[in-house]
T-cell receptor, first 118, second 113 residues
Framework: GAGVSQSPSNKVTEKGKDVELRCDPISGHTALYWYRQSLGQGLEFLIY????????KSGLPSDRFSAERTGGSVSTLTIQRTQQEDSAVYLCASSLMTTNLGTIRPQYFGPGTRLLVL | AQTVTQSQPEMSVQEAETVTLSCTYDTSESDYYLFWYKQPPSRQMILVIRQEAYKQQNATENRFSVNFQKAAKSFSLKISDSQLGDAAMYFCATAQGAQKLVFGQGTRLTINP
């Protein structure tokens, strides 16, 4: 079946502009995650969705960052008033829900969106 | 808070030989999961292998196996019969509870033909 897809693959924007990054999870996966991969910070967790709600948004670096998920499927990560330090690869992952016995399901990643803020 | 440490920024190995990548972690939880992910130049993170902390038996997936030492909080990855396609960044990660992954800094693996 199809994997996680992300768009755009690459995005170049000017400082101060808003950007939207899209993630299409694997069909049937109720959990969705956003991570950021940058040279200085490695891989950082941003936000986690279970269905359409976000029980953990502790990794969002500032109020310029927001994310939503609709219909339990597609998610959009929005960065307002972009800054040069926002330049990074933004990775999305999805998984099945943790089972009633607490078994954590593996996360499957998309190819990422490379964001460059000039 | 959980932390993951990969002390080898780079490793290299001859094709067909065996290489071991190191990972240590710190967590206050008793129930957690450990993962190794591979990231080739295409950027796609690919799950290589996973280990449930409550299982004593080391996980294996074909040429990939782990040495899980719970008391030492160590989770190393062994790649046997290395192939050119194994060249990539390898990330160790841990997850618990809400499943968010905490990653190490990564090890770049080069395979020499």
């Amino acid at each position: 079946g199809a994997g996680v897809s992300q768009s755009p693959s690459n995005k170049v924007t000017e400082k101060g502009k808003d950007v939207e990054l899209r993630c299409d999870p694997i069909s049937g996966h109720t959990a969705l995650y956003w991570y950021r991969q940058s040279l200085g910070q490695g891989l950082e967790f941003l936000i986690y969705f279970q269905g359409n709600s976000a029980p953990d948004k502790s990794g969002l670096p500032s109020d310029r960052f927001s994310a939503e998920r609709t219909g339990g499927s597609v998610s959009t990560l929005t960065i307002q008033r972009t800054q040069q330090e926002d330049s990074a690869v933004y990775l999305c992952a999805s998984s099945l829900m943790t089972t009633n016995l607490g078994t954590i399901r593996p996360q499957y990643f998309g190819p990422g969106t490379r964001l460059l803020v000039l | 808070a959980q932390t993951v440490t990969q002390s080898q920024p780079e490793m290299s190995v001859q094709e067909a030989e065996t290489v071991t990548l190191s990972c240590t972690y710190d967590t206050s939880e008793s129930d957690y999961y450990l993962f190794w992910y591979k990231q080739p130049p295409s950027r796609q993170m690919i799950l290589v292998i996973r280990q449930e902390a409550y299982k004593q038996q080391n996980a294996t997936e074909n040429r990939f196996s782990v040495n899980f030492q719970k008391a030492a909080k160590s989770f190393s990855l062994k790649i046997s019969d290395s192939q050119l396609g194994d060249a990539a960044m390898y990330f160790c990660a841990t997850a618990q509870g809400a499943q968010k992954l905490v990653f190490g800094q990564g090890t770049r693996l080069t395979i020499n033909p």
